[in-house]
Structures are given as C-alpha cells and as structure tokens.
C-alpha cells in the first residue's frame, strides 16, 4: 500500500514508519515543523507541510495533493494534527484517513465532553465540573487540596493544578476548564487501534520514569482486563475507528477510573509494535482478533540517560539501571540525522527558553477553536 504518516516529529511516528517498510509498504511522512524524525528513516519519501494551527486551508489543501499525487491509499496520524485532517475531510478534502469524525474527536478531546460521555455508558467516573468563568473556579478554592484542575483542551498535562488553588486561571466559555475529582492510586495507560468499533489491538503499561507531570519515557507493559473492556465499551459504542488512548487512574479499591481521553497514537505503540499483525491493523487488514502487547517494557533511551538519571534520589540508581537494562530503546539504532533532529530540538527549546513539549506541538495543536478550511 501506499501510505502517508503524519505528525512525523514524533518517536511512534518513526516506529510506525520503521513498522510500515519492514511489511513491504510504501511510506511517505508528513510534518509542519523541522523536527520531523520519521523524516530520517530510511526508505520514507518526506513531505513538509504548512502549519495546521496557522495555516489549516493551506495544510489542507497541501495534504490533499499528496494524496492525490502519491495516490495515497490510507493517512496515518500521530499527533493533534489529526483534528484539522478530520476537519478537512469533513470540509471536501477526499482524505483517506485512519481517524473518526471530527465531532466525535472533539468529544474525546474535550476533558469535560469525554467524562460526560463515559458515565453514560455507565463507567465509574471522577467528579468533573466545567468551569467557564474564573468565578466559578475561585468558588471551588476551598476545596483545591481534593481537586485537579485543567483546560478543557490541553495535553500532557502541563498546565495542571494537582490540588492547588485556582487563583491565576481565567476560563472562559470558549477557553473552558475543569476541576476534576483528585483520584488517589496508580496511574495507567491505555492504547488501543479500532476500525468501525472492533477493537483490533490492545495495550495498558505505567508511565514508569518521567519529570514532573510531564509526559512518561518509560513505559511498562501490563495486564489490564478491566482497562480493554473499558476501551471496547467506548469504541463499540463510537463505532470508533482510529488510534485511542486513555490515562485512567487504579484506586484503593480496585476501580479502574478514566480521567481523560486522547483520540490519537500515544507511546503504547512501541509496546505493540513488535507484535505480529500490527502492522495489518495499522493499513486496515487484521483480521478480527485482539493483538496485546508483549510483555518488554520500552523506553527513550536519551531520555533516561539525560533526564531521569540526574533527577534520581539517593539509593535509586540500581532500580534505574535494571530498569534500563530490561527495557528496550526505541531510539536504538537511529541515524545520525535523526539524533542530530532532537538535539536542534532541544537547543531551540533552551534558546527559546520554551519547555521541550511546547517545543514539539505549538504548530499543531488544537484548543476547540473552529477551524475554517476555506482560502
């Protein structure tokens, strides 16, 4: 087949990448920004595209002659750049995209939508109210210490108050925010691949090792049936096709609860890209059976080395080297351009003084904000 990744900044979009060529197919990758990593996989034909959140007619429209010019038979998001592609489509661009519609995507994505939506399919849920005035934030001041608050449209929760008081935010109804009920237990991971709500390929893991509340490097593989069945009620229920995610947190009591959806690919995929058949569910051939991940934890070897390692309390540098050494490295055997991409990244980051992550999605983001695809 012939086959367009987009968000090619990302590591899971040069696995895919790596994935999609190791099956015979023909990759092309797509970016808005210089830091495309799937751009340096070998055997991958590279696209540069205007910013989406800039400039979505022109993204559009140039994702469009791709696809009309390569004869592009399936496009394959990775990132937030998926909005504007399901909005495109949605606007006339014949875009043969792996992704759902466009409101069903904004229902995910919106923190408050998504809670709404899972009670109603009678999941356990945490307490989530919308706030869209700051009054109605300082109103819940006093109880911040049991409350997290967040944008209605965020991600990787960098702008998070973890029971914390409320007193600089300002929502608004088009910038809306919750205060969500502060869960106490462990943290997981869900991600899975669905097409027309079958649930194609399954994985749950820890964000092991990560800095702050930032996104994880580390990710551990586990056995979580309570979590596939969550994620088959919601994609069943959806009709869902497309990659999906959930962070959802274990309490005390064995209750697996979501706290948030990300209708995108999310690092669970170099948990299943070495199991056979993913690559099938990726281009749409699988068969209808469940793929779960091997039991091999992964990780962003530099990330480790460079982030975790200097953070680390006394006493625990042995849980982090076999950590380490049990994991496999995802940045393993990339190229020197590739390495040389995220260490432009990472200077433009300190030269901006603009954190990393903000960095690598500023061009694609999407906040709610309507998009308008017409020049």
């Not at 429209?61 to 394959?76: G, L």
């Not at 309390?313 to 040389?340: M, P, Q, S």
Request: positive net charge; charged residues 25%; contains cysteine.
């Amino acid at each position: 087949m012939r086959l367009l990744v987009t968000g090619a900044r990302a590591p899971v979009a040069v696995e895919i990448a790596r994935l999609l060529l190791a099956a015979g197919h023909q990759v092309h990758t797509a970016d808005s920004g210089p830091f495309d990593l799937a751009g340096t996989v070998k055997g991958v034909r590279r696209h540069r595209l205007p910013p989406p959140r800039k400039q979505p007619a022109a993204f559009a429209r140039a994702v469009a002659e791709i696809v009309a010019r390569e004869s592009i038979e399936r496009v394959i998001p990775t990132c937030e750049e998926v909005f504007y592609l399901a909005a495109a489509r949605e606007q006339g661009y014949p875009l043969p995209l792996f992704a759902p519609d466009f409101g069903t995507l904004r229902r995910l994505h919106d923190k408050h939508a998504f809670i709404a939506l899972a009670a109603g399919l009678g999941l356990p849920v945490p307490d989530t109210r919308l706030l869209e005035s700051r009054e109605q934030g300082m109103a819940l001041a006093p109880l911040a210490r049991d409350l997290v608050f967040k944008p209605a449209f965020s991600r990787f929760g960098t702008q998070a108050l973890v029971g914390e008081r409320p007193d600089g935010i300002t929502p608004t109804p088009l910038r809306p925010w919750v205060a969500q009920e502060r869960l106490q237990g462990e943290e997981l991971c869900l991600y899975a691949l669905a097409s027309a709500g079958r649930l194609d390929a399954f994985c749950a893991y820890r964000p092991l090792y990560r800095l702050g509340r930032a996104s994880s490097f580390y990710f551990e593989p586990i056995a979580a049936p309570d979590g596939e069945a969550l994620v088959r009620r919601v994609t069943e229920a959806l009709t869902y096709t497309g990659q999906i995610a959930f962070d959802a947190i274990r309490t005390s009591d064995g209750r697996l609860l979501p706290i948030e959806c990300n209708p995108r690919a999310t690092s669970g995929v170099h948990l299943l890209a070495g199991t056979p058949g993913f690559a099938a569910c990726l281009t749409g051939e699988a068969q209808a059976r469940m793929l779960v991940a091997p039991g091999e934890p992964a990780m962003l070897g530099l990330a480790m080395v460079l982030i975790a390692l200097p953070h680390l309390r006394f006493g625990h540098i042995g849980a982090w080297r076999r950590d380490y050494a049990r994991a496999r490295d995802v940045l393993a055997g990339f190229n020197g351009r590739t390495l040389g991409t995220l260490a432009r990244q990472a200077l433009e980051s300190a030269r901006r003084r603009i954190p990393l992550r903000a960095i690598a999605t500023h061009d694609i983001e999407w906040d709610g904000e309507p998009i308008d695809m017409r020049e």
